[in-house]
């Protein structure tokens, strides 16, 4: 069974540059994946930022972009905020036609 | 303005069944695959079923295969989930969503327990 993975956690300084990745335990991240992004703060659901590889969703500010970095998807967030403290999740489309999450980072801001 | 509204959550004994609704507004829903993501408590998030737009495939994840079955209304806009041989480990905030555009409902809480 293909594992999506990410970093467990990660931190940035207040306006810092942080990039997330998100890969799989065999092969490479392509855009046939659909790579999306979501972030997820806790009681809530979760609010897309990044769909198909780098749209961005309606109302996402343009500080967090999507690519393929390597053989990973990536999101990258640049002057990172205080209120971008949260987890972020991605989701591969695998072949099989089930979609899959990665077990989410938690970005910390200090 | 895209909305999807989940209900039918409830607090069911194991060996239970229940079914999820999902009520979609706002875009052209026999247009778009949909799926059934849950998240446990303290937990991540996990994709339990996608459909497709006519309903002639149907896709599950390993952990509810043969329990689970996903279905669809595109006559009422509606998406279905229904639960059957519910375990503890099925307890869950279950949310409808288009994963590939990004359009999530705010989820109903599936809670399995004697």
Same mark, same amino acid.
Request: include cysteine; proline fraction near 4%; charged fraction near 10%.
């Given at each position: 069974q293909t594992v999506v993975t990410q970093e467990p956690s990660f931190s940035v300084s207040p306006g810092g540059t942080v990039t997330l990745t998100c890969g799989l335990s065999s092969g490479s991240v392509s855009t046939s994946y659909y790579p999306s992004w979501y972030q997820q703060t806790p009681g809530q659901a979760p609010r897309t930022?990044?769909?198909?590889?780098?749209a961005r969703s309606s109302?996402?500010?343009?500080?967090f972009s999507g690519s393929i970095f390597g053989n990973k998807a990536a999101l990258t967030i640049t002057? =990172?905020? =205080?209120?971008?403290?949260s987890d972020y999740y991605c989701v591969l489309y695998m072949v099989s036609g089930i979609w899959v999450f990665g077990g989410g980072t938690k970005l910390t801001v200090l | 303005e895209v909305q999807l509204l989940e209900s039918g959550g409830d607090l069911v004994q194991p060996g239970g069944s229940l079914r999820l609704s999902c009520a979609a507004s706002? @875009?052209? @829903?026999?247009s778009h695959a949909l799926s059934w993501v849950r998240q446990a408590p303290g937990k991540g998030l996990e994709c339990v079923s996608v459909i497709s737009t006519s309903a002639g495939s149907a896709y599950y994840a390993d952990s509810v295969k043969g329990r689970f079955t996903i279905s669809r209304d595109n006559s009422k806009n509606t998406l279905y989930l229904q639960m059957n041989s519910l375990r503890a480990e099925d307890t869950a905030v279950y949310y409808c969503a288009n994963l590939q555009y990004g359009f999530w409902g705010q989820g109903t809480l599936v809670t399995v327990s004697s």
């Amino acid at each position: 069974q293909t594992v999506v993975t990410q970093e467990p956690s990660f931190s940035v300084s207040p306006g810092g540059t942080v990039t997330l990745t998100c890969g799989l335990s065999s092969g490479s991240v392509s855009t046939s994946y659909y790579p999306s992004w979501y972030q997820q703060t806790p009681g809530q659901a979760p609010r897309t930022l990044i769909y198909s590889t780098n749209a961005r969703s309606s109302g996402v500010p343009d500080r967090f972009s999507g690519s393929i970095f390597g053989n990973k998807a990536a999101l990258t967030i640049t002057g =990172a905020q =205080a209120d971008d403290e949260s987890d972020y999740y991605c989701v591969l489309y695998m072949v099989s036609g089930i979609w899959v999450f990665g077990g989410g980072t938690k970005l910390t801001v200090l | 303005e895209v909305q999807l509204l989940e209900s039918g959550g409830d607090l069911v004994q194991p060996g239970g069944s229940l079914r999820l609704s999902c009520a979609a507004s706002g @875009f052209t @829903f026999s247009s778009h695959a949909l799926s059934w993501v849950r998240q446990a408590p303290g937990k991540g998030l996990e994709c339990v079923s996608v459909i497709s737009t006519s309903a002639g495939s149907a896709y599950y994840a390993d952990s509810v295969k043969g329990r689970f079955t996903i279905s669809r209304d595109n006559s009422k806009n509606t998406l279905y989930l229904q639960m059957n041989s519910l375990r503890a480990e099925d307890t869950a905030v279950y949310y409808c969503a288009n994963l590939q555009y990004g359009f999530w409902g705010q989820g109903t809480l599936v809670t399995v327990s004697s």
